[in-house]
């Protein structure tokens, strides 16, 4: 089959070039050819019966037509009941004989043997039929010219038998046979034209079940949640991110529900009525309050779907987006200038702030007033500050991933640890609630002391601002992986945070707190990143009191120190494993 060269779609092809022959479809092909079949055995057994009366009635004592009609019948049962459907040749082969072939010969004996009582010239319209269809062009004229030659033979025949009025003979075979090219010309022309049409058809139908598929796959992926909602309420269709939009309830895990159901989607309710009352399309800040959470606010459009006749419905289509996603998107976006603008202001404030120490420096010296050497000590104590600053800035803008950095500092990780937890635990005032637990064995990791204190400060932090009051809500581990790197775990009893917030949990200006600049933890990934580590959070269980809870920890994995690259052994790594594994 040829297609036109602007006949693709992003789908496949989708149209065919008009006038190609198409009948390579098994099944419409399969039908046609027993219809014609069973036509034929039809048709002989009609012909046996109608001279079988013909004989019985005295009419005829002829019994050569009874043998004409039997074998005739007989003949196109066998073809209709042994034979296979198969495609008609373009050549008179065995298969043209033992059917078009088959009745040509019997309606010419038929006509031959009856004389001149009964006409059956209209019978040849069948094959002729049978050839178009079934076949090709060439062989439904080639049926047409052979049953114009027997009608031609016919009509010289009966001017020997009957020497009278021999034109109207040969007027009849001529006019009949003309019909027979015309009707094979044009039952070839419109069987090829049907099949075009339904093989256009399947290939469109076969485009709508991809494009629907595909429709299905892109809306199933997007991380904004859609709704098709009908006038009543009802919801027809959601998206996966609608449905954890709206939140866990059990109606919402059906396939339909209403959005009357729950108090807290009543602004959504409230929208889409708005937009049926108006007809047109609406947007507006909407919050969804679920059960047992915090609200949660999206920006919701609604879209009237056009209803194609005054019988169809129309549907509301609600695009939910999570307020918190857009402002992490723009906030991302703002990221990359934020870091360039940073760290040329740092760059700038470098030398002036230099400066200043300077002639503080210098004007300490010269003063003896008390008051005034305050004065140049706070100025002191601010100025080293915005030098530490300036510093962690030009730091975090370069990003720097080299080796040279973890590699210029040895940490012994347990001891560190236990001092950085006390010095917390007696500022934050929370003894009953940590519990450290550090490995036997000493750990020596390439990390910068002051770093790791703010990673590990942040992360308690966090720990204590959503953990319990419970006894050991907050849990310190440091001991070693199954690969012998340095690990140092802070776990805590609180509430599973929101996909939507897990996602983004490490982007910068990202927080679910108002109050909260959101650099804590993106921090404290440089920090770890600068030195060759990560960290990582999960949803993880711990045995507090013999009893599974629970909660959300975050693993950071150190780069051994140089000292420690080449002291690490399968056999070192097993005690480390398993004390590791006992604390979790």
């Not at 049978?130 to 076949?135: D, H, I």
């Not at 947007?283 to 005054?310: E, K």
């Not at 010296?365 to 140049?376: A, G």
């Not at 599974?548 to 051994?560: A, D, K, L, Q, Y």
Request: hydrophobic letters at 45%; glycine letters at 6%; aromatic letters at 6%.
């Amino acid at each position: 089959m040829r297609l036109r060269p602007d006949a693709q779609s992003w789908f496949g092809p989708s149209l065919l070039e008009p006038g190609v022959e198409q009948t390579d479809n098994p099944r419409e092909f399969e039908r046609l050819w027993r219809g014609f079949m069973t036509a034929r055995a039809t048709l002989g057994l009609v012909l046996l019966a109608l001279q079988g009366v013909i004989y019985f009635l005295g009419a005829s004592k002829e019994t050569t037509l009874i043998l004409i009609c039997a074998g005739y019948f007989a003949a196109a049962l066998s073809v209709r009941l042994t034979v296979r459907p198969r495609q008609l040749g373009k050549a008179f082969d065995t298969q043209w004989i033992s059917t078009i072939g088959v009745d040509i010969l019997a309606f010419a004996a038929l006509q031959l043997a009856q004389g001149s009582s009964i006409n059956y010239a209209p019978l040849f319209a069948l094959p002729v039929l049978m050839a178009s269809v079934l076949g090709s062009l060439l062989l439904a004229l080639g049926a047409a010219a052979g049953v114009t030659l027997v009608l031609f033979g016919y009509a010289a025949w009966m001017s020997l038998q009957v020497p009278g009025d021999t034109a109207s003979y040969f007027f009849q075979a001529a006019l009949t046979g003309a019909g027979c090219f015309v009707i094979s010309f044009l039952a070839n022309q419109i069987a090829t034209r049907l099949a075009n049409v339904e093989l256009r058809a399947q290939r469109s139908q076969l485009a709508v079940r991809v494009q629907r598929l595909v429709n299905e796959l892109v809306i199933e992926s997007l991380t904004d949640g859609i709704l098709v909602v009908d006038q009543h309420g009802t919801v027809r269709a959601a998206n996966p991110a609608a449905r954890q939009l709206l939140g866990s309830q059990g109606n919402v895990r059906v396939n339909s529900f209403d959005l009357s159901s729950v108090i807290g989607w009543q602004g959504l309710l409230d929208l889409m009525n708005l937009s049926f009352a108006e007809n047109r399309a609406q947007q507006a800040d909407v919050t969804i309050h679920h059960a047992g959470r915090g609200p949660r606010r999206v920006r919701v459009r609604t879209q009237l779907t056009a209803a194609q006749d005054g019988d169809a419905e129309s549907l509301c289509v609600m695009f939910l987006q999570d307020q918190r996603e857009m402002e992490a998107r723009m906030r991302t976006e703002k990221l990359a200038s934020m870091g360039r603008m940073s760290a040329a202001v740092a760059h700038e404030i470098r030398n002036p702030l230099a400066a200043i120490a300077q002639a503080n420096a210098l004007l300490d010296e010269d003063l003896t007033d008390p008051r005034h050497k305050q004065l140049t000590q706070m100025v002191q104590q601010n100025a080293r500050r915005l030098e530490r600053i300036v510093d962690e800035v030009l730091n975090i803008s370069r990003v720097q991933h080299s080796e040279e950095t973890a590699s210029s500092f040895a940490l012994v990780l347990n001891g560190a640890v236990e001092k950085i937890c006390h010095d917390w635990q007696g500022q934050a005032k929370s003894e009953h609630q940590l519990c450290v637990n550090l490995s036997p064995r000493s750990i020596e990791v390439g990390f910068e002391p002051e770093h790791l204190r703010r990673i590990l400060v942040n992360l308690l932090d966090n720990a204590r601002r959503y953990a319990s009051q419970n006894l050991d809500a907050i849990q310190v581990s440091a001991g070693r992986s199954t690969r012998g790197q340095g690990m140092l775990s802070v776990w805590s009893d609180g509430q599973p945070m929101d996909q939507s917030v897990e996602r983004h949990l490490f982007e910068p200006f990202f927080s679910s707190e108002s109050r909260s600049s959101g650099l804590g933890l993106y921090i404290c990934r440089e920090l770890c990143e600068g030195h060759g580590a990560s960290i990582a959070y999960y949803r993880t269980q711990r045995n507090l009191r013999g009893k599974p809870v629970e909660g959300n920890e975050f693993i950071v994995t150190f780069r051994p120190s140089p000292s420690q690259d080449d002291l690490i052994t399968p056999s070192d790594n097993a005690p480390e494993t398993s004390w590791l594994q006992a604390h979790r």
